[in-house]
């Protein structure tokens, strides 16, 4: 995710239209420091010039997905403002974990848009991020703005144990600033011989303050529970 607040737009006035130029380069290596996964993309952006301002607030996309062992990793990415000449560098450690046993949930993914699919020879069955609404574009940056944004947009997937009769029971804890100021039950299909469910959950935003937000989603079915964490700013 590069933010265009950070990258050289040029501007046409013959021509009345905006451009940027943006180049992507990232890879996954082990912990023995082997590349396991490459990618790269050239990222043009242009448009009218009246949609400028509004662009720059927007962000330029890579999104990418791929299987891996269980296990350590490194992912290294680089980004080129092909207009400036500047390069931006990254190294995140990975974490791949073993395929959990029983009840579970995946990250909680804060999105920033969802992006519907034209036909059937669109979608990507593969694609983790993937739900009947189209393709989730992930908000990395983790800040919201309430006059931009009339609600928050989850997304996760639910792992049901297939073997369990027990009903299957899903809520959200929401804490602002620390203190937790409600509990959201959410509806979810009771269908344990699905492996993975994919779940979009809503928040509006006119009616929260702004603040820090930690969101926690917990997961019951009979004895077993799990929970995952996610973490954004509301600002106005």
């Known amino acids: ?80 403002d092909v207009n400036s000449q500047k390069i931006g560098a990254q190294r995140v450690d990975l974490v791949i974990p073993q395929p959990p046993a029983g009840v579970s949930l ?45 609600a928050i947009t989850l997304f996760f997937d639910v792992h049901p144990d297939a073997v369990s009769t027990g009903e299957i029971e899903l809520k959200a804890e929401v804490r602002r600033n620390g203190a937790l100021i409600g509990t959201v039950p959410l509806r979810i299909r009771q269908d344990t011989k699905t492996a993975a469910i994919p779940y979009l959950a809503e928040l509006r935003t006119a009616s929260l303050a702004t603040g820090e937000y930690r969101l926690t989603v917990i997961l019951k079915q009979g004895a077993e529970t799990a929970s995952e964490n996610v973490s954004f700013t509301l600002g106005e």
């Open 106 to 150: 995946s990250d909680v993914v804060l999105a920033r848009r969802i992006d519907p699919f034209h036909d059937d020879a669109d979608v990507d069955r593969a694609d983790p991020l993937r739900c009947v609404d189209g393709r989730v574009i992930p908000n990395l940056s983790g800040r919201v703005s309430k006059a931009a944004d009339p």
């Open 1 to 80: 995710e590069v933010p265009l607040t950070g990258v050289e737009i040029r501007t046409n006035a013959a021509a009345k239209m905006y451009s940027a130029h943006v180049a992507v380069l990232a890879q996954l290596k082990d912990k023995a420091g082997a590349v396991v996964e490459k990618f790269s993309e050239d990222l043009p952006r242009q448009g009218p010039l009246e949609d400028q301002e509004k662009a720059q607030r927007d962000v330029v996309v890579m999104k990418r997905h791929f299987s891996a062992a269980p296990g350590n990793y490194v992912l290294e990415t680089v980004v080129m």
